[in-house]
């Protein structure tokens, strides 16, 4: 086989597929997004023809010349379509990008461009699903659009730094570099849903040839810990062990077996003998909290586990009243009452969890993993194997996509257990099917709303019932269910307010982190519910928000009287108390866009009498920060060429922080981006970072790096003087210049020192003192550290308004008009901005209408991505994006987080235009076709 | 994915495609590489047994069980064929990428006989019969709508190996129309509907997706709305993650009437 150029001799295994046969050959550029031909992830051409490579028998192509993404171009030498993903940034992430760019190279004119009429675009990219963009930046690159520049600072559309080798396949994810020598871990799942290990027998997969090491629950170590990560280990229940001898999911671990290959690894898995006694299970969230219902931790210690009560199955509970409830529903005019229902949903990241271990030369443990979080969880492998920190290195890699999901500890245990015990690398690698049933998926909630207002639409009584289905074991389960009813029930100024709110186990596939961490969950009940209480009231719905909506110097009211919180509206400057508030302004502008746009929509009306149109808005409030400290150091060095190197701990996973902190450093030093190297999410190699979630990774991480580049351009400017001068003393003529130290909001240019009024300039080749240059030759290599707490927090609010139309004889919806308006502060970078509100509105319209992950009996049949509707190119409308014009002088350069945010609005606009359409609510999600039509008929019944 | 098997033999004469314990028949390999497959440990390779993908046979077609989708859908129809188009219309209600079409068989999708298989759809459409190689040396023949009997289930009995699929040319000279529905855009098929009106004027509804294995009516004529009715009455419809059998019920009803419309008009 020749592969871009070279010969391939080796032999492939019979059943081998010539994804794996080109990964093992170093190929690496091919990806595994699925491996079941559904994602297009790993497609390659086989003698000119794109294939997806996990379908093709390896055998079939040994005379063949294979092309994968990396034999298309170099990053300096890109092929036309590789320029045109560049240009456009058709990626995050960045890993369904090598089998996109091979699919468009197959598809595209000698221009790198495709010509295809809308139907034949969505027919022919239906095999590559992109998670990240919601497929407008793909558009664009497939039509040749550039939206990014190469060069500039803060505020320009400055291209991510790995684009050049993404497009080509060469930037290494995870698995893309690893040690010789490696073994390979596979799991044993069990075929229950509750039930006793009452033995385990292993000594017939001992016996395989091939295998290194059987672990079972008689290898884990005796410390129970939570696969969910937080700054705090304590903020997650203590229920989970490596290995347990009970079962409580379907499909959880018993057994790991370390061989030679995955397949002897599996083979071996087969061969061990495993005697269960199934036990009662429950599976109903509200039966979980009845008497007699089988306990899932019944077994833990409440304080120890840190389990609100596990004699109920409750993990997590939030109840609380301000002010008098039945009286003040007793008193309002109007009063809706409604219970809603969200679905789990799964991140499908393009690339699975994974890890790979191995000990260095010094016999530390290095574990590198696909995780949004490595210094969190170089915490707690010491903590669960008694290591020393300072023997521990986690690194991440670029992240396939997390969306949370990656916020979790599933691979590293098992990784490190089997490298401690061979002393040999190993690799453990989730396939597909694993992530959809065994990792965590989005909290299942069922919420019952009661709202009652005055006659004028004043809100005058909020009641929320919340009921979280964490599943068996309770990662995120508190924090999502405590999150979930913040800044949703806070968002509305209210003087009566009761919150019941319980996250319980039960005998599923554990809940997790997810985009938005329970506040989509809750604001789909609460915007419908505020919604059919506009109705009642007689309101246009973005009137009923305006009345209702919180105002700087209302408190965020839930459950009880909060005097602790750091959260509150922002400041414009430092110093200035004038808030940074955009929520009224995002209403304004959605309303006038839907407004504008109603007398012609870019998607027409289908013709006939079965359609029905309807619009609907949504309202989303969210903290900019978690709450309780969210921690980051970083360094930014300079050398003697100029080069500066940026350290910082948070990981990339197709967030855009990378190009962010580049283009702070770039700008406060005066550089280009490309002088600018960033050394990431790597716990040798940068300060303690908690890591990326919460959307911190520019407003936390982006603060340190920001006053680490302020405190470098300083040190510069006095020792450039001190050289200029030839003497001593500059730094205090600096200091007294004015500007607060680390103050990151100013440009690369430093004028008017008072001591001699020169001016002094950092700029690319050195610093300019008056008319004379220091090089960094005469500056010599220096660097300073900045850093961040997460404290204080302001809020950022998004508003989406969708039009749509409703076939009532099949349910289908159809977009007509998306909308989203953010209130994102200063934008630091707007493709990125824009990349992440289109990539959140995509994964939202997903959980709306088509994704699901289904359970029968607590087993889960959406196992592959046949089953599981991710959506495809076809499924995502265009959204017009649409910004506030605010600034919070909390964030970098007045920047407000924006990346989980633009989520949550989405399910509960959709709902709302549909009911507006139909004249029936929908109470679920995600809203597909049979359920729309569901409704429609029971509208077309009474 | 890698499927944990020891061996993958290529068959070169009928004599090969005798199996083994364990041996599974590998024909363009796209479903058979897309799920983990316990219990099978050996390949038996169709691909090299040389069959022509498409050829002219009589009045009409054969096509062969490794025929690829695409070269099946590139193939240039004898211009009196005017059902033609049923044949883009079914590939296009395939899930399947255009670059798994390339490989995937017309066979193959047959035999996997999933409710949403569009080649099921398409032949059994166009009345094609399956001519079946049997272990012991003989042929047989069945029409491919009886072949399919449940979700995953054939007549197929272990050993026998679909050789071609005979589609008669007076179909392939109807009127034909077909519809889709999924629970998304380009998704997998929850009701794929086509029609066929012969020359004679003989109407062929044949519903696919919707129900567990493919319904096949027929009318000497444009039904009236309430033989189409009845013609729906009682039927079993599939229940999976692709849709609810109430909204596949209903949906499939007006998708028949869709098709209906266009063959008669």
């Known amino acids: ?693 919460g959307s911190t990774g520019s407003v936390v991480a982006g603060r340190a790096v920001a006053q680490a580049a302020a405190l470098l351009r300083e040190d510069l400017v006095a020792a450039a003087r001190a050289v200029a001068d030839g003497a001593s003393g500059a730094w205090s003529d600096v200091a007294a210049s004015g500007a607060a130290p680390g103050d990151a909001a100013g440009a690369g240019v430093w004028a008017g020192a008072p001591a001699d009024d020169v001016t002094v300039v950092v700029g690319a080749d050195g610093v300019r003192v008056g008319d004379r240059l220091v090089t960094f030759t005469e500056l010599g290599p220096r660097s300073a550290e900045g850093s961040h707490h997460g404290s204080p927090r302001s809020v950022a609010f998004n508003v989406h308004g969708f039009r749509v139309a409703v076939d009532t004889a099949t349910g289908t919806v159809r977009i007509l008009q998306s909308v989203q308006a953010a209130d994102a502060g200063v934008v630091l970078n707007p493709e990125q901005l824009r990349g992440q509100i289109e990539g959140g509105v995509a994964q939202g319209i997903g959980s709306a209408l088509q994704e699901e992950t289904v359970l029968v009996d607590g087993v889960v049949t959406s196992r592959t991505f046949r089953g599981y509707r991710v959506p495809q190119l076809a499924d995502v409308p265009a959204t017009r994006v649409l910004l506030a014009r605010t600034r919070d002088g909390l964030g970098p350069h007045g920047a407000k987080s924006m990346s989980e945010a633009p989520y949550n609005p989405v399910a509960p606009a959709l709902a709302n235009a549909v009911r507006d359409a139909l004249g029936v609510r929908p109470h679920e999600i995600p809203m597909t076709k049979d359920r729309v039509w569901r409704l429609a008929r029971g509208a077309a019944a009474s | 994915m890698d499927l944990d098997v020891a061996s993958l033999r290529r068959a070169r004469t009928r004599a090969d495609l005798r199996l083994a314990p364990g041996e599974q028949l590998l024909a363009g390999g796209t479903w058979l590489f897309s799920e983990p497959q316990p219990g099978v440990t050996g390949l038996v390779d169709l691909t090299a047994l040389g069959w022509v993908p498409v050829e002219r046979a009589g009045d009409g077609l054969r096509v062969a069980a490794t025929c690829t989708v695409e070269q099946l859908a590139a193939y240039v129809p004898d211009p009196a064929w005017t059902g033609w188009p049923l044949v883009a219309g079914c590939v296009d209600a395939l899930l399947m990428s255009f670059k798994v079409q390339a490989q995937a068989t017309v066979g193959g999708n047959v035999a996997l006989a999933l409710p949403a298989g569009a080649m099921t759809a398409l032949l059994a459409a166009l009345d094609a019969v399956a001519v079946v190689w049997a272990a012991d040396g003989t042929d047989r023949r069945e029409p491919v709508a009886d072949l399919v009997v449940g979700p995953g289930r054939t007549t197929l009995a272990p050993g026998e190996v679909v050789r071609a699929f005979d589609v008669p040319g007076h179909a392939l000279r109807a009127r034909t129309a077909v519809r889709q529905i999924s629970l998304t855009a380009v998704g997998r098929s929850a009701s794929l509907v086509a029609a066929r009106r012969d020359e004679d004027g003989t109407l062929t509804l044949t519903v696919t997706a919707a129900t567990p294995r493919p319904v096949q009516r027929r009318f000497t004529g444009p039904p009236t709305s309430s033989q189409v009715t009845d013609a729906l009455a009682g039927l079993e419809w599939f229940d999976d993650l692709h849709g609810a059998p109430d909204w596949r019920r209903a949906v499939t009803t007006l998708l028949v009437d869709e098709v209906l419309a266009e063959v008669t008009a």
């Open chain 1, 1 to 693: 086989m020749r592969v871009d150029g070279q010969d391939v001799t080796a032999e492939p295994a019979p059943g081998q597929c010539l994804r794996t046969f080109l990964r093992q050959a170093g190929h690496v550029a091919v990806k595994k997004g699925c491996d079941s031909g559904d994602c297009g992830a790993c497609t390659v051409l086989v003698d000119g023809q794109p294939r997806h490579s996990c379908l093709v028998p390896a055998v079939r192509a040994v005379d063949s010349e294979v092309t994968t993404a990396a034999g298309l171009g170099t990053p300096d030498a890109l092929s036309p379509v590789q320029e045109a993903f560049v240009d456009a940034q058709g990626f995050q992430c960045g890993f369904c990008t090598a089998g996109m760019v091979v699919t468009a190279t197959a598809l595209a004119d000698e221009d790198g461009h495709v010509h295809l009429d809308e139907d034949g675009l969505v027919r022919r990219l239906k095999g590559n699903l992109c998670r990240c963009t919601g497929y407008r930046a793909v558009r664009d690159a497939l039509a040749g659009k550039s939206n990014v520049v190469r060069e500039g600072g803060v505020g320009d559309p400055v291209a991510a730094p790995a684009g050049r080798r993404i497009v080509c396949g060469r930037e290494p994810f995870t698995l893309d570099e690893t040690p010789t020598g490696l073994l390979h871990l596979a799991v044993l799942g069990a075929p229950h849903v509750h039930a006793r290990v009452l033995s385990i027998d292993t000594t017939r997969a001992q016996a395989l040839p091939g295998v290194h090491l059987v672990l079972t629950h008689r290898d884990s170590p005796d410390v129970l810990f939570s696969t969910g990560r937080h700054q705090h280990r304590t903020d997650d229940p203590d229920d989970t062990r490596v290995l347990d001898d009970v079962v409580r999911f379907h499909g959880q671990r018993v057994a790991a077996v370390v061989a030679d290959s995955v397949a002897v690894a599996r083979a071996a898995c087969a061969l061990i003998d495993v005697t269960y006694e199934p036990l009662p299970a429950v599976l109903d969230p509200e039966e979980a909290r009845r008497p007699g219902a089988p306990l899932v931790h019944g077994d833990k210690d409440a304080v120890t586990s840190r389990i609100a009560d596990p004699s109920r199955n409750v993990v997590a509970a939030s109840h609380g009243e301000v002010g008098d409830l039945a009286a003040a529903l007793a008193a309002s005019a109007h009063v809706v009452r409604g219970t809603w229902r969200t679905s789990r949903v799964s991140h499908a990241a393009l690339e699975t969890h994974a890890a790979v271990g191995w000990l260095d030369d010094d016999g530390r443990l290095v574990v590198r993993t696909s995780t949004q979080v490595p210094f969190l969880v170089r915490e707690e492998l010491c903590h669960l194997f008694g290591l020393d920190r300072e023997r521990v290195r986690v690194v991440a890699a670029r992240v396939g996509g997390g969306f949370g999901g990656k916020q979790e500890l599933l691979t590293e245990d098992l990784v490190t257990l089997a490298v401690l015990r061979t002393g040999r690398p190993v690799q453990y690698e989730m396939t597909r099917e694993d992530e959809l049933t065994l990792a965590p998926c989005r909290h299942p909630v069922r919420v019952e709303v009661t709202l009652g207002a005055d006659t004028d639409g004043r809100l005058t009584a909020m009641h929320l019932d919340v009921l979280s289905d964490t599943g068996a074991y309770g990662n995120h389960g508190p924090g999502v269910l405590f999150h979930g009813i913040h800044e949703s029930v806070a968002q509305y100024r209210c003087p009566v307010k009761r919150v019941d709110a319980e996250a319980v186990y039960t005998h599923q596939l554990p809940s997790g982190a997810f985009r938005g961490y329970g506040l989509g969950q809750v604001l789909f009940a609460l915007e419908s519910a505020v919604d059919e209480l506009a109705r009642e009231v007689g309101l246009d719905p973005f009137e009923m928000r305006r009345r209702n909506v919180v105002r700087p110097g209302d408190p965020f009211l839930v459950n009880h009287a909060d005097t602790t919180t750091d959260l509150g509206y922002g400041v414009r400057e430092p110093g200035d108390d004038t808030p940074s508030y955009g929520l009224v302004e995002c209403l304004d502008l959605v309303q006038d866009a839907l407004g504008t746009t109603r007398a012609g929509d870019a998607v027409a009306v289908p013709a006939g009498d079965r359609w029905r149109v309807g619009e609907g808005v949504a309202v989303a409030m969210i903290a900019t920060i978690p709450p309780r400290g969210h921690h980051s150091t970083a360094t930014v060095s300079v050398d003697a060429c100029g080069r500066y190197e940026v350290a910082v701990g948070t990981a990339e996973f197709g967030n855009g922080t990378s190009t962010v902190h580049v283009q702070l450093v770039a700008t406060t030093l005066g550089t280009t981006p490309d002088r600018v190297r960033l050394r990431q999410s790597d716990t040798d190699r940068a300060g303690f970072d908690t890591g990326a979630y």
